[in-house]
T-cell receptor, first 114, second 115 residues
Framework: DTGVSQDPRHKITKRGQNVTFRCDPI?????LYWYRQTLGQGPEFLTYFQNEAQLEKSRLLSDRFSAERPKGSFSTLEIQRTEQGDSAMYLC????????????FGEGSWLTVV | AQKVTQAQTEISVVEKEDVTLDCVYETRDTTYYLFWYKQPPSGELVFLIRRNSFDEQNEISGRYSWNFQKSTSSFNFTITASQVVDSAVYFC????????????FGTGTRLQVML
């Protein structure tokens, strides 16, 4: 258990529906990252928060994706009008320290769009 | 731009054999960090090691050892006397540039250890 919690662990949704994932990072870690991992690939960076500020977004994050981190605590990642190509595991990461001495990942949220 | 290459897609070994997983990276930054993660079938990414670019000392942790060579831009991972529980996908990752902790991952190497 890394101390990074993600919910839900699994989500099956119909194409066109909206889904939301939640990440609770390790408390006192002010940075939080979202990654996406498709089958057979390594995780890819989506977006990054320092406290409540979203500081960087990947080109992978289309306008159907939105992420928030109110009050610099937990974060949510919402996907609107899901497409089959959104099927993936969505991972949250909580780095320790500024240079990321140890970067802890949550167990991930698996999304299947049917 | 950063890049990590794990040329070995899948490796199968028999228990107790030693196995080395290769990782080659590319970056123009002089300060960077290299990581290895293990991803068992359950899906969670398990942190194994972090190395900074100024520390080329090899590291050993139990049956695991890492060989970092800047001259060849490689950060290889060896498991000695492999066990069935080592079966997983292993990812090498690189963090460099302005965003601390933003990782660029390789495509992973699936290790299967058989009895």
């Amino acid at each position: 258990d890394t101390g990074v919690s993600q919910d839900p662990r699994h989500k099956i949704t119909k194409r066109g529906q909206n889904v939301t994932f939640r990440c609770d990072p390790i408390s006192e870690h002010n940075r939080l990252y979202w990654y996406r991992q498709t089958l057979g690939q390594g995780p890819e960076f989506l977006t990054y928060f320092q406290n409540e500020a979203q500081l960087e977004k990947s080109r992978l994050l289309s306008d159907r994706f939105s992420a928030e981190r109110p009050k610099g605590s937990f974060s949510t990642l919402e996907i609107q009008r899901t497409e089959q190509g959104d099927s993936a595991m969505y991972l949250c990461a909580s780095p320790q320290g500024f240079s990321g001495n140890t970067i802890y990942f949550g167990e991930g949220s698996w999304l299947t769009v049917v | 731009a950063q890049k990590v290459t794990q040329a070995q897609t899948e490796i199968s070994v028999v228990e107790k054999e030693d196995v080395t997983l290769d990782c080659v990276y590319e970056t123009r930054d002089t300060t960077y960090y290299l990581f290895w993660y293990k991803q068992p079938p359950s899906g969670e990414l398990v942190f194994l090691i972090r190395r900074n670019s100024f520390d080329e000392q090899n590291e050993i942790s139990g049956r695991y050892s890492w060989n970092f060579q800047k001259s060849t831009s490689s950060f290889n991972f060896t498991i000695t006397a492999s066990q069935v529980v080592d079966s997983a996908v292993y990812f090498c990752a690189l963090s460099a540039g302005g965003t601390a902790s933003k990782l660029t991952f390789g495509t992973g190497t699936r290790l299967q250890v058989m009895l």
